[in-house]
Each structure stands twice: as C-alpha cells, then as structure tokens.
Nanobody
Framework: QVQLVESGGGLVQPGGSLTLSCTAS????????IGWSRQAPGKEREEISC????????YYTNSVKGRFAISRDNAKNTVYLQMNNLKPEDTAEYYC????????????????????WGQGTQVTVSS
C-alpha cells in the first residue's frame, strides 16, 4: 500500500508561481501513475494532470495546459506540479492520488481509478 503526502501550497498573487510536491511512501513508487486533482469550494473535484509511471507521459486538463507542468523524480518518490501564471480561479484544495487505470486514447495519456488520496494542500490565489 502507498501513502501520499502533498506539500507546497500557500497564498500567491495572481500571475505568481507555486510548486506542489506529492511524496510517496510505503510501496514501489516507480510503478504508479500519479495524478493531481483540485476541489474549489462548492465545486466537484476535478482532475487536472497525470503522469505515467514508465515513459512519464503527461496529461493536462485544458484550463491548466501551458501554465502547469507535472514531473516526477523516482529517486525521491516525488511527483511535482509546477504552477505558473496562477489565476484566482486556480484557488482550491489540491490533491494527489494513484491512478490505478492508465490508457492511451489517440496517443494521449488518460488516467482514472484514482485511489490512495493524500490529505491535500490549499492553494489560494489572491491579491
């Protein structure tokens, strides 16, 4: 079984940057695809990015494409989410989780079956 812990959230001004970390323990991290999701107050949780275990293929939802970058360091059992040009609408609790099902649709990575959620880290974008 794997345990995930998110860190790196905080308060940032619009246009600013933050890097979130998702650190794993308890199992073989290299074997897992990891995804980031977020949940804003009053809204459903949405998947925003995912990275595969093998070739580090990535997926981004349209609202963060070009602004966010997901990466992984298997030696450190950590997945990162670099967030640039942050907007007030990015304000949310951010979670990482293991994607238990990974496929490719038209050559694009698709992750699902999220499990082993971390406790979340709050990101607030405000002036």
């Amino acid at each position: 079984q794997v345990q995930l812990v998110e860190s790196g959230g905080g308060l940032v001004q619009p246009g600013g940057s933050l890097t979130l970390s998702c650190t794993a323990s308890g199992s073989t991290f290299n074997n897992y695809a990891i995804g980031w999701s977020r949940q804003a107050p009053g809204k459903e949780r949405e998947e925003i990015s995912c990275i595969s275990s093998g070739d580090a293929s990535t997926y981004y939802t349209n609202s963060v494409k070009g602004r966010f970058a997901i990466s992984r360091d298997n030696a450190k059992n950590t997945v990162y989410l670099q967030m640039n040009n942050l907007k007030p609408e990015d304000t949310a609790e951010y979670y990482c989780a293991v994607a238990t099902f990974v496929t490719y649709r038209g050559g694009n990575l698709a992750c699902s079956g999220y499990d082993y959620w971390g406790q979340g880290t709050q990101v607030t974008v405000s002036s």
